[in-house]
């Protein structure tokens, strides 16, 4: 056990130190100031990369995907679980494929017009409902004002959102009702009474 003595001398004796580090920092810094940064870059890149790896980490554990109600643990992202054949991580689009939107039935008015495919180019991020600022923009009474959302990233491909409340209509994916869904080649999306399909072009 440390006596007040010895712990105000310990105290002084760190003082000390970290005045004298501060100094020979401060006059690296103005002799040879890039050296000093890349001393410190080197320094500093054990942590950063400790701190990647940990991120990573945490990120892995929870990747999902909701549907539904229920969340279920999307095997085989930034794992080496393999997924299994049904499992969204195995369904899903990758980002820097082309995807196109095609509306195949919704309500203009007094009769059925067709649309041209929303190509989605360089967007990350396509609202989908009746507003007129909405990318994909429906007239079909049964689909809201803003009723869904696709969006696509690097890691988990392109994926839909529900942005109707609980007791709107919802967003329907290959016949089972969704909250968030990731979208492969070929999957019918039904708005209330509308119908897309999302695809790929290659």
Same mark, same amino acid.
Request: charged letters at 25%; aromatic letters at 6%.
């Given at each position: &056990?440390?006596?007040?003595?010895?712990?105000?001398? =310990?105290?002084?004796?760190?003082?000390?130190?970290?005045?004298?580090?501060?100094? &020979?920092?401060?006059?690296?810094?103005?002799?040879?100031? #890039?050296? &000093?940064?890349?001393?410190?870059?080197?320094?500093?890149?054990?942590?950063?990369?400790?701190?990647?790896? =940990? =991120?990573?980490?945490?990120? #892995?554990?929870?990747?999902?995907?909701?549907?539904?109600? /229920?969340?279920? $643990? @999307?095997? +085989?992202?930034?794992?080496?679980?393999?997924?299994?054949?049904?499992? !969204? #991580?195995?369904?899903?689009? !990758?980002?820097?494929?082309?995807?196109?939107?095609?509306?195949?039935?919704?309500?203009?008015?007094?009769?059925?017009?067709?649309?041209?495919?929303?190509?989605? +180019?360089?967007?990350?991020? @396509?609202?989908?409902?009746?507003?007129?600022?909405?990318?994909? /923009?429906?007239?079909?009474?049964?689909?809201?004002?803003?009723?869904?959302?696709? $969006?696509?990233?690097?890691?988990?491909?392109?994926?839909?959102?529900? =942005?109707?409340?609980?007791?709107?209509?919802?967003?329907?994916?290959?016949?089972?009702?969704?909250?968030?869904?990731?979208?492969?080649?070929?999957?019918?999306?039904?708005?209330?009474?509308?119908?897309? $399909?999302?695809?790929?072009?290659?």
């Amino acid at each position: &056990m440390l006596i007040p003595g010895q712990v105000s001398d =310990l105290s002084s004796f760190f003082a000390e130190a970290f005045a004298t580090v501060a100094k &020979m920092l401060g006059a690296g810094f103005e002799t040879a100031p #890039a050296l &000093m940064l890349g001393l410190t870059v080197i320094a500093a890149l054990p942590v950063l990369v400790a701190g990647g790896a =940990l =991120l990573r980490r945490v990120a #892995a554990t929870t990747d999902r995907t909701v549907r539904a109600d /229920k969340t279920t $643990r @999307v095997k +085989g992202l930034h794992s080496d679980e393999p997924a299994s054949p049904g499992s !969204p #991580a195995k369904r899903s689009a !990758p980002a820097y494929s082309q995807a196109v939107i095609e509306i195949e039935a919704d309500v203009d008015g007094d009769r059925d017009r067709p649309h041209e495919p929303f190509k989605f +180019g360089a967007a990350v991020i @396509v609202r989908i409902g009746r507003e007129e600022d909405n990318e994909i /923009k429906l007239k079909h009474p049964t689909v809201h004002r803003y009723h869904a959302l696709i $969006r696509r990233s690097f890691e988990a491909g392109y994926e839909i959102s529900d =942005l109707s409340d609980a007791r709107g209509n919802g967003v329907i994916v290959n016949g089972e009702k969704v909250l968030n869904a990731p979208l492969a080649n070929g999957d019918e999306i039904k708005l209330g009474a509308a119908r897309l $399909r999302f695809g790929l072009t290659q």
